[in-house]
């Protein structure tokens, strides 16, 4: 695994969306995984303003996401669908066909919405650079500590401290208590991953997932198993 520790949160972010244009601009029909959450929030915005001026070119870019709350509808305000639309695809030319997100929709059949997502991945060719973020318990996606490194996407139950995360940008509106979520397994198949993580509240999950012991109570761990992936620190993440 490549380190990379970047001075600060704006360089973090400047160093991820230089690797996925530069991916880009190598490939016009790249499967891209896309994470959501504040980490990759600088990223998008630097993708927006490399869009914007210099030419870049989604049209036909490739989209996964990586999760997904169950039980909102896409067009909730918090659901990821709305957090992409609202951060990335809004301002872009992604085609909106090319656009993957799993359906957590209220009634939603789960265990066939997580095999048909699994089939869209795998017709697409599979996922040449996929983006991570990392809980502070370490997750990955919303693998959460104790997932099997096997796994694949599925409707997982939220752990207390995601939900608990979960609680600040919903206030006073209902926590979601589950998820779908790619597989850890899923992940591990992408040809390359950069894990992004900054902030000193993640220093100790990086810490664990980097450089501790591959363990399924640290589900970042298995990307130590990986041949191809790339963490960008900030320093506060790194220390
Ligand atoms: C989001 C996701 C999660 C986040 C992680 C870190 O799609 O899969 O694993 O990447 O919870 O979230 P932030 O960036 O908000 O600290």
């Given at each position: 695994m490549r380190v990379l520790v970047t001075a600060d949160y704006r360089t973090l972010s400047q160093t991820a969306a230089e690797l996925v244009i530069k991916a880009v601009r190598a490939k016009a029909d790249l499967t891209l995984g896309l994470p959501t959450g504040s980490t990759p929030l600088g990223m998008y915005e630097e993708l927006v303003t490399t869009y914007r001026?210099?030419?870049?070119?989604?049209?036909q870019l490739r989209t996964f996401n990586l999760d997904e709350y169950l039980g909102?509808?896409?067009?909730?305000?918090?659901s990821y669908h709305t957090y992409m639309r609202l951060h990335f695809f809004e301002y872009v030319n992604v085609s909106t066909a090319n656009i993957h997100i799993p359906d957590g929709s209220p009634g939603i059949d789960v265990d066939a919405e997580s095999a048909r997502y699994e089939t869209a991945i795998q017709q697409a060719g599979g996922i040449d650079l996929l983006i991570v973020g990392i809980g502070a318990?370490?997750?990955?996606?919303?693998?959460?500590?104790?997932?099997?490194?096997?796994?694949?996407t599925r409707a997982v139950d939220l752990a207390p401290e995601t939900i608990a995360n979960a609680r600040q940008h919903f206030r006073t509106e209902a926590v979601p208590l589950r998820a779908i979520t790619m597989g850890i397994g899923t992940i591990l198949e992408a040809r390359r991953i950069l894990l992004l993580a900054a902030g000193a509240s993640k220093a100790g999950a990086v810490e664990r997932a980097l450089r501790?012991?591959?363990?399924q109570s640290v589900p970042a761990s298995a990307l130590q198993l990986h041949p191809h992936v790339i963490a960008i620190l900030d320093e506060a993440a790194s220390r």
């Open positions: 001026h210099q030419h870049l070119d989604f049209s909102l509808s896409q067009d909730h305000p918090k318990n370490g997750h990955i996606a919303f693998n959460e500590p104790g997932s099997a490194f096997e796994s694949r501790g012991p591959v363990s």
